[in-house]
């Protein structure tokens, strides 16, 4: 059998269709059994899509409605990721369209109950410039392109046209009913209605982040209806709505409620709002943290009052210099930051730069670990927002001097950040809360090799940290060094932390209401071989060295700074309060010092004096890891001198750098070999070349300066 009638057999196999019999079918019939199998395995698992594989690196391609509906029909794959290859009309009067009785993706399938059952989407779906249009839902609850997004899921970059989204009992919006992760760079247009709450242009409840997106949308419904969002326990930054809004109470131009811990930075609203209690022309009602540097339009919004943010004329709103004054990050200036959210033309309200397919320019690399993007510069950092789940790292140091931001450089991360050894000096932000460098590191993201100096981080709100305002990510071989204040859960490196830290430090100093501590404000999560010099101080309660207020566990670590407050309240030398453990067992190994921190008492932790903080043997009984000891472990996390002051991490030292140039080369090789087979002084006290610490330079010091040899 030749090749072409072998492949017309596995086809017609495949198909179920019988083979005529004729001479030596026998042989024929042998090898059918072979190619049914390459019928099934020969293929790609993807081909219900229009290619990929469902990888970061190679997503999985939506090209088609087709495409779009079979992804929502396969919640095995909501945690994949997932492209827009090609603009998408879900018109329901096309062949193959429909009106949806429940959201395309992550649909409610409860139909009994009113809470949310079915699979969350959890992976990456990014429109790449791309429109979906005429998106019609006509069901009961959680309606959108997406029912529900959970924790870590993301969205970006896509544009929704003439969605239309009618709900029975709620949360509605052109993308999501109910968002728990991350959307960046959305708009949407339609009309969104619902004869209950929760009513909102883009999303109908959010609980995670939006980030630089936009509705022109209609939002109508009975309670909790904005123009944006109807009901935010989350963050939206950088984002606007102009579309009427219509409801009974709870009625915003940009947020019907905003709840708990929302917070809404440097956006605005124009649309039209009507309702008959809690109305405001950005917010209906608000008992959420955080409302900063917002803004409505009096005159087209028909709302002189709002429950946060600025009411303006439509000159003032039109005028750049308002939003400039105000720290607003607009294309072709630097001063207020290097994300480049903004721009605006002459009489015109200000219009996101990336909201209508506008990508900015990556820098180079791929975003994978094998091939991350290198940021070589402040306009690389400004681009970190818009790919957050990417793999990063620096290409050198670089310093900020002359930017003041309003927010976090990066809002919301997800992804691997690499220093490299490099440093970000001069890092100045003014602005609400969730601030850091990141706002909020997600369960996925990894922060290394990283340091922060000359921090100057100023908070009107909470979580508040140098490095990251909230952290559920892991930190590790990172500093800060600089100022913090804010109001509570505030840190020197994380504001409020429930992932995991490890071999980091912090100076300077943290202040605040409450919650401080000179590493973490707050820590649910585990903290390791860390330590903090930090000056902390507040006005009330759960103050401290390291940590303010303590539900984690603290191992080998330890404080030195000095910590006060104003008033009575939970104040440590090492931990203000600690739930961890009644016998505070989930503290081990770690300590403070009391003469520097001038607190003789702390929730968890072995107080020392400073002639025991700077003796070995004092860490040694503890079971901490030094270098020139195995006893204890053969990491080599710590370092210490006899006498000479507190255990320093080891990666803080250029290990070989002898010329003291912070580099390691030729000329640190020629001292090396000046004091080769000598007794000399340790490296690490800065009085010698012996890496090893037992006393001599030798073949076991030129194997450790080997491995350390820049690469």
Same mark, same amino acid.
């Given at each position: 059998?030749?090749?072409?009638?072998?492949?017309?057999?596995?086809?017609?196999?495949?198909?179920?269709?019988?083979? &005529?019999? *004729? #001479?030596?079918?026998? *042989?024929?019939?042998?090898?059918? #059994?072979?190619?049914?199998?390459?019928?099934?395995?020969?293929?790609?698992?993807?081909?219900?899509?229009?290619?990929?594989?469902?990888?970061?690196?190679?997503?999985?391609?939506?090209?088609?409605?087709?495409?779009?509906?079979?992804?929502?029909?396969? #919640?095995?794959?909501?945690?994949?990721?997932?492209?827009?290859?090609?603009?998408?009309?879900?018109?329901?009067?096309?062949?193959?369209?429909?009106?949806?009785?429940?959201?395309?993706?992550?649909?409610?399938? +409860?139909?009994?109950?009113?809470?949310?059952?079915?699979?969350?989407?959890?992976?990456?779906?990014?429109?790449?410039?791309?429109?979906?249009?005429?998106?019609?839902?006509?069901?009961?609850?959680?309606?959108?392109?997406?029912?529900?997004?959970?924790?870590? !899921?993301?969205?970006?970059?896509?544009? =929704?046209?003439?969605?239309?989204?009618?709900?029975?009992?709620?949360?509605?919006?052109?993308?999501?009913?109910?968002?728990?992760?991350?959307?960046?760079?959305?708009?949407? $247009?339609?009309?969104?209605?619902? +004869?209950?709450?929760?009513?909102?242009?883009?999303?109908?409840?959010?609980?995670?982040?939006?980030?630089?997106?936009?509705?022109?949308?209609?939002?109508?419904?009975?309670?909790?209806?904005?123009?944006?969002?109807?009901?935010?326990?989350?963050?939206?930054?950088?984002?606007?709505?102009?579309?009427?809004? $219509?409801?009974?109470?709870?009625?915003?131009?940009?947020?019907?409620? +905003?709840?708990?811990?929302?917070?809404?930075?440097?956006?605005?609203?124009?649309?039209?709002?009507?309702?008959?209690?809690?109305?405001?022309?950005?917010?209906?009602?608000?008992?959420?943290?955080?409302?900063?540097?917002?803004?409505?339009?009096?005159?087209?919004?028909?709302?002189?009052?709002?429950?946060?943010?600025?009411?303006?004329?439509?000159?003032?709103?039109?005028?750049?210099?308002?939003?400039?004054?105000?720290?607003?990050?607009?294309?072709?200036?630097?001063?207020?930051?290097?994300?480049?959210?903004?721009?605006?033309?002459?009489?015109?309200?200000?219009?996101?730069?990336?909201?209508?397919?506008?990508?900015?320019?990556? /820098?180079?690399? $791929?975003?994978?670990?094998?091939?991350?993007?290198?940021?070589?510069?402040?306009?690389? =950092?400004?681009?970190?927002?818009?790919?957050?789940?990417?793999?990063?790292?620096?290409?050198?140091?670089?310093?900020?001097?002359?930017?003041?931001?309003?927010?976090?450089?990066?809002?919301?991360?997800? !992804?691997?950040?690499?220093?490299?050894?490099?440093?970000?000096?001069?890092?100045?932000? %003014?602005?609400?809360?969730?601030?850091?460098?990141?706002?909020?590191?997600?369960?996925?993201? %990894?922060?290394?090799?990283? !340091?922060?100096?000359?921090?100057?981080?100023?908070?009107?709100?909470?979580?508040?940290?140098?490095?990251?305002?909230?952290?559920?990510?892991?930190?590790? *071989?990172?500093?800060?060094?600089?100022?913090?204040?804010?109001?509570?859960?505030?840190?020197?490196?994380?504001?409020?932390?429930?992932?995991?830290?490890?071999?980091?430090?912090?100076?300077?100093?943290?202040?605040?209401?409450?919650?401080?501590?000179?590493?973490?404000?707050?820590?649910?999560? &585990?903290?390791?071989?860390?330590?903090?010099?930090?000056?902390?101080?507040?006005?009330?309660?759960?103050?401290?060295?390291?940590?303010?207020?303590?539900?984690?566990?603290?191992?080998?670590?330890?404080?030195?700074?000095?910590?006060?407050?104003?008033?009575?309240?939970?104040?440590?030398?090492?931990?203000?309060?600690?739930?961890?453990?009644?016998?505070?067992?989930?503290?081990?190994?770690?300590?403070?010092?009391?003469?520097? $921190?001038?607190?003789?008492?702390?929730?968890?932790?072995?107080?020392?004096?400073?002639?025991?903080?700077?003796? /070995?043997?004092?860490?040694?009984?503890?079971?901490?890891?030094?270098?020139?000891?195995?006893? +204890?472990?053969?990491?080599?996390?710590?370092?210490?001198?006899?006498?000479?002051?507190?255990?320093? @991490?080891?990666?803080?030292?250029?290990?070989?750098?002898?010329?003291?140039?912070?580099?390691?080369?030729?000329?640190?090789?020629?001292?090396?070999?000046?004091?080769? @087979?000598?007794?000399? !002084?340790?490296?690490?006290?800065?009085?010698?070349?012996?890496?090893?610490?037992?006393?001599?330079?030798?073949?076991?010091?030129?194997?450790?300066?080997?491995?350390?040899? #820049?690469?």
């Amino acid at each position: 059998m030749d090749l072409r009638s072998a492949l017309v057999s596995a086809d017609r196999a495949c198909l179920g269709l019988a083979e &005529p019999k *004729r #001479p030596g079918a026998g *042989r024929a019939l042998r090898t059918i #059994p072979l190619l049914i199998v390459v019928c099934f395995v020969s293929f790609p698992a993807y081909a219900q899509y229009s290619g990929g594989t469902g990888e970061p690196n190679d997503p999985y391609q939506i090209a088609t409605a087709e495409d779009l509906i079979a992804l929502g029909e396969t #919640p095995e794959d909501y945690d994949k990721h997932f492209i827009l290859t090609a603009d998408i009309d879900l018109d329901p009067n096309l062949p193959g369209r429909k009106v949806f009785d429940r959201a395309v993706i992550a649909p409610d399938t +409860n139909d009994v109950g009113s809470g949310f059952r079915g699979t969350l989407f959890t992976g990456v779906f990014d429109g790449y410039g791309h429109t979906i249009s005429h998106l019609t839902v006509t069901g009961d609850d959680f309606l959108g392109l997406f029912g529900q997004v959970g924790s870590g !899921g993301m969205i970006c970059d896509l544009g =929704l046209e003439e969605s239309l989204i009618t709900a029975k009992y709620g949360r509605a919006g052109a993308l999501a009913g109910l968002n728990n992760g991350h959307i960046a760079a959305i708009y949407s $247009s339609g009309m969104i209605s619902s +004869n209950s709450h929760y009513v909102g242009g883009l999303v109908g409840r959010n609980m995670g982040s939006i980030v630089s997106s936009c509705s022109t949308a209609m939002a109508s419904g009975g309670s909790n209806v904005g123009g944006l969002v109807g009901f935010s326990g989350g963050s939206i930054l950088t984002s606007y709505s102009i579309g009427a809004v $219509s409801g009974l109470s709870n009625v915003g131009g940009l947020v019907g409620w +905003n709840y708990g811990f929302g917070t809404i930075s440097e956006s605005y609203s124009t649309g039209s709002v009507t309702g008959t209690r809690e109305i405001g022309g950005l917010v209906g009602f608000n008992n959420g943290d955080c409302v900063t540097l917002c803004f409505w339009d009096m005159a087209t919004s028909g709302q002189v009052g709002s429950a946060g943010g600025i009411g303006l004329t439509t000159a003032e709103m039109q005028d750049i210099d308002t939003y400039l004054s105000e720290g607003w990050d607009f294309v072709d200036e630097t001063l207020n930051g290097s994300c480049d959210y903004w721009r605006i033309s002459s009489g015109d309200y200000p219009r996101l730069r990336f909201c209508m397919g506008d990508r900015p320019a990556l /820098p180079e690399g $791929s975003g994978t670990a094998e091939q991350p993007y290198m940021i070589r510069d402040a306009q690389d =950092l400004g681009t970190v927002w818009f790919q957050p789940r990417s793999h990063y790292r620096l290409a050198g140091s670089i310093d900020l001097t002359g930017i003041t931001w309003s927010m976090s450089v990066i809002p919301w991360f997800n !992804g691997a950040f690499n220093g490299d050894g490099h440093v970000i000096t001069n890092l100045h932000i %003014e602005g609400g809360q969730y601030l850091g460098l990141f706002g909020q590191l997600v369960s996925a993201a %990894e922060v290394s090799n990283l !340091g922060l100096e000359a921090v100057d981080v100023y908070g009107t709100g909470n979580y508040v940290g140098g490095l990251a305002g909230r952290s559920y990510g892991t930190i590790s *071989r990172s500093y800060s060094t600089g100022v913090i204040r804010a109001i509570e859960y505030v840190g020197g490196l994380v504001g409020y932390s429930s992932g995991s830290i490890a071999t980091s430090h912090t100076a300077g100093t943290a202040s605040g209401m409450g919650r401080i501590g000179g590493l973490v404000g707050k820590s649910t999560g &585990p903290i390791t071989a860390s330590y903090s010099v930090q000056t902390v101080s507040g006005v009330a309660g759960y103050i401290g060295g390291l940590v303010g207020s303590n539900f984690g566990e603290i191992v080998m670590s330890y404080s030195r700074g000095r910590v006060d407050a104003a008033f009575c309240g939970f104040i440590g030398g090492l931990v203000g309060c600690n739930y961890g453990s009644r016998f505070h067992t989930n503290i081990s190994a770690s300590f403070w010092d009391v003469q520097t $921190s001038g607190q003789s008492g702390s929730s968890g932790g072995a107080g020392k004096t400073t002639a025991e903080m700077q003796t /070995p043997g004092t860490f040694l009984e503890a079971g901490w890891d030094f270098v020139g000891e195995s006893e +204890n472990g053969t990491e080599d996390i710590w370092v210490i001198c006899e006498g000479a002051g507190y255990p320093h @991490l080891a990666w803080e030292f250029v290990i070989g750098d002898f010329d003291a140039d912070a580099d390691t080369d030729f000329a640190d090789f020629c001292i090396l070999a000046e004091h080769w @087979l000598a007794a000399d !002084g340790s490296f690490w006290c800065g009085q010698g070349c012996d890496l090893t610490n037992d006393g001599s330079v030798d073949w076991q010091d030129l194997m450790v300066f080997t491995e350390n040899w #820049p690469r």
